[in-house]
């Protein structure tokens, strides 16, 4: 299968270069972009698989600020590979671009290799995306609830320990909602599981768009969904838990929108004379739901 070409930034402000170049690396496997002027390159590395930096003609000051400007230290391989050809005599500038990582081309250039080197640079840089990407997606699938896109018990757990002891250590207040679909079963007896899948995933995001960005929603088990509040007290809980409590008795879910459906939530907070370790708040906050059920479902206990 034949791989897309790359997209090669070539700087070069006299642009003397640029007709041997097209001619030396060919269309089939690169596409050539160029940039006369240091702003004007800068604006383009993100578009672009690799940089060819030609500083033939450019002031030596010059070639170095857009080197460094190109290079940035910091977080590595997020960024383009960088080539610089250079004069064999120019050695500052021989010296600053292996200290960048850049690679170094000196001039004058063999065809045959500068067309070996840069298609091995961008081909490495390439995969390294790729992989980073999927690195990425195996990140968010191992903290995601598959059904619902929620977070994920696990990750749930995870988070509830540690924002509790944040809480802990910087005296700052930690709710916790647990909210427990009514009569679930029924909607699956009676509609279908596929029917009731959905309605789940809609509940979730209803829950989602309830609570702020900081706040996490997890799905804790079945049609059973966590909401963390780090930095909220107990008032502000059950103004987050009513809103959820009404989002989701307002939806219209499941196909056409036809079901109905409640939910019965619990609540709990830190600080609490009776809440000293994670496990508790979320006892407490079971205990809440339990109450909630008790007393008539659609509702909100603490
Ligand atoms: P209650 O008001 O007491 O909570 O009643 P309920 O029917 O919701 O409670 P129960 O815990 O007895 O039943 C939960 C139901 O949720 C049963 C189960 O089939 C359903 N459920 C759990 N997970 C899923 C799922 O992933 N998809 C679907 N469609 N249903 C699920
Ligand atoms: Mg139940
Ligand atoms: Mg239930
Ligand atoms: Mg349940």
């Not at 600053?96 to 690679?103: F, I, K, N, Q, V």
């Not at 509830?160 to 250590?169: H, I, N």
Request: net charge negative; with cysteine.
């Amino acid at each position: 299968m034949k791989t897309k070409p790359f997209t090669l930034l070539v700087v070069d402000d006299s642009q003397a270069l640029l007709p041997h170049l097209v001619r030396t690396l060919g269309p089939e496997d690169f596409a050539l972009r160029v940039a006369r002027s240091g702003p004007e390159a800068l604006g383009l590395t993100q578009e672009v698989d690799g940089v060819l930096l030609c500083p033939g003609e450019t002031n030596p000051t010059e070639a170095h600020a857009l080197l460094e400007a190109l290079t940035p230290p910091a977080p590595t391989s997020s960024r383009p590979p960088v080539l610089v050809l250079s004069p064999p005599e120019d050695k500052a500038l021989r010296l600053a671009a292996l200290r960048r990582g850049a690679e170094l081309i000196l001039t004058p250039w063999d065809e045959e290799e500068l067309r070996l080197r840069l298609y091995r640079s961008l081909e490495t840089y390439r995969k390294w995306t790729e992989l980073h990407s999927q690195v990425e997606e195996l990140r968010r699938l191992a903290v995601t609830d598959g059904l619902t896109q929620v977070h994920n018990h696990r990750y749930f757990q995870e988070r509830l320990r540690e924002e509790f002891r944040r809480a802990q250590r910087y005296d700052e207040s930690l709710s916790l909602i647990l909210v427990d679909l009514d009569h679930f079963k029924n909607i699956n007896d009676g509609h279908g599981h596929g029917a009731g899948d959905r309605v789940l995933r809609e509940v979730a995001a209803s829950l989602q768009h309830s609570v702020r960005e900081t706040d996490l929603v997890a799905r804790y088990g079945g049609e059973e969904f966590a909401i963390l509040l780090p930095c909220t007290h107990l008032p502000g809980a059950l103004t987050v838990a009513e809103r959820v409590r009404r989002g989701v008795s307002d939806l219209h879910a499941g196909p056409e929108g036809a079901l109905r459906v409640t939910a019965s939530l619990g609540v709990s907070s830190f600080p609490h004379r009776a809440i000293l370790t994670p496990e508790q708040l979320l006892l407490t906050a079971d205990e809440a739901l339990y109450r909630a059920k008790r007393e008539g479902r659609d509702r909100i206990c603490l």
